[in-house]
């Protein structure tokens, strides 16, 4: 199978880890624990996107701004609306990366890094190594948490638990 | 587009394989081979694509060779791009073959006749047009393997994947959701294949209870 028919197929996976990001960020009481003790807090903010199929095309949802405006876009998620792109934010330690995540390719969009200082006659070398370096560290992150929704999701635990408290935090967005 | 700096868009690609033991005694070879050339240098050439100094998109040369920064190869893809507006071409083309047709006397002008002169005005205007220029960041960690490309549109990022192709012998393999699953899993010890049990959520019957 190409790669292109891969993406097809598992275009549901990068949809519903959006998902649950924003579910988790909504609910869950603390932040993601992560390898070597690291702890990152995650949260949606700004704009989100979903899509619709039907018989005359798709159909495009933006979302963006405050919270009355998210919510609504929850309540499209319970209309069968596709969720495809959020913009979300992410905290570990002293560093907040902002970005936007779409739901296909997981590529990110729009990044802002924590800021990286520069001085008159600083080495563009090193510039490069702080960005680089922000940049590896936010993927690390994302696929530390992508590994634990993977996990989350072929455990017992997934249809006992984890999806009826996704069902109803979404009704709760309807309601 | 920004990986180094400003805002960064940006998708993933895993290569296959590994860069020869000697790569900084062949890679050099192979970016100056596929370094930018502008389309002055090109005449009749509409687009332009090569490799660019990443801090510096007017450098093809890399006489420092500063895109070794271990354990990173960092370019920029250049795509210049010179666009002659169709219905400037026509009105062009109408002309020239109007002054023919008076020159030689002549009413209907034959199509190779009209293909040439089409193809003398087309290389005029583009003589005339100024290239509009995409610059896309590539920064490729040895280590991991890893590429990340400052781009996300399919058409342009398949593109640049044949290009890195052509300059490293080496082929990048887009990284999508389920490449990724893969890779958590066998991160966990487990089979990747288990990633295809991940049946699709549906969330329609929420709505309906």
């Given at each position: ?15 519903d ?46 979302c963006?701004g ?15 609306k ?27 969009h ?17 510039l ?8 590896e ?31 109803n ?7 | 587009?920004?990986l ?97 047709k ?54 342009l ?53």
């Amino acid at each position: 199978m190409s790669v292109l028919d891969e993406v097809r197929e598992s275009e549901s996976l990068g949809r519903d880890f959006l998902v649950w990001l924003w579910f988790r960020s909504e609910t869950m009481e603390g932040p993601f624990r992560l390898q070597d003790g690291e702890e990152a807090e995650l949260w949606f903010e700004g704009k989100v996107t979903l899509q619709s199929e039907g018989d005359r095309g798709g159909e495009t949802i933006v979302c963006t701004g405050e919270n009355g405006r998210i919510r609504e876009a929850r309540f499209a998620l319970g209309e069968g609306k596709k969720l495809t792109r959020a913009r979300m934010h992410l905290r570990a330690g002293d560093n907040e990366w902002a970005f936007e995540l779409d739901s296909t390719w997981m590529n990110v969009h729009a990044l802002k890094t924590p800021g990286v200082f520069r001085e008159a006659g600083d080495d563009p070398d090193a510039l490069f190594y702080e960005r680089v370096f922000l940049v590896e560290k936010l993927l690390f992150l994302m696929d530390q948490i992508f590994a634990q929704y993977v996990e989350a999701r072929l455990s017992p635990v997934w249809e006992a638990a984890e999806l009826p408290r996704l069902m109803n935090w979404v009704r709760d967005g309807i309601n | 587009m920004g990986l180094v700096r400003g805002s960064a868009t940006f998708c993933r690609y895993e290569v296959e394989g590994s860069p020869p033991e000697d790569y900084v005694k062949t890679f050099p070879n192979e970016i100056l081979r596929y370094a930018f050339h502008t389309l002055d240098e090109l005449p009749g050439e509409e687009r332009s694509t090569g490799w660019v100094n990443i801090l510096d998109m007017f450098d093809s040369e890399f006489r420092t060779m500063d895109y070794f920064k271990d354990p990173f190869i960092a370019l920029s893809w250049r795509v210049d791009v010179k666009r002659i507006p169709r219905k400037a071409l026509l009105q062009y083309c109408r002309e020239a073959e109007k002054e023919v047709k008076e020159r030689e006397g002549a009413e209907y002008l034959a199509k190779p006749v009209r293909d040439e002169i089409r193809e003398g005005v087309r290389l005029r205007l583009l003589k005339r047009a100024i290239p509009q220029s995409g610059v896309y960041d590539m920064v490729w960690n040895l280590q991991t393997g890893i590429v990340l490309f400052g781009a996300t549109g399919a058409k342009l990022c398949d593109e640049f994947a044949e290009f890195f192709r052509n300059t490293f012998h080496l082929q990048p393999i887009p990284l999508y959701p389920y490449a990724l699953a893969q890779q958590a899993l066998l991160g966990q010890g487990k089979d990747g294949a288990l990633a295809e049990e991940i049946r699709p959520v549906s969330l329609v019957e929420v709505s309906q209870t």
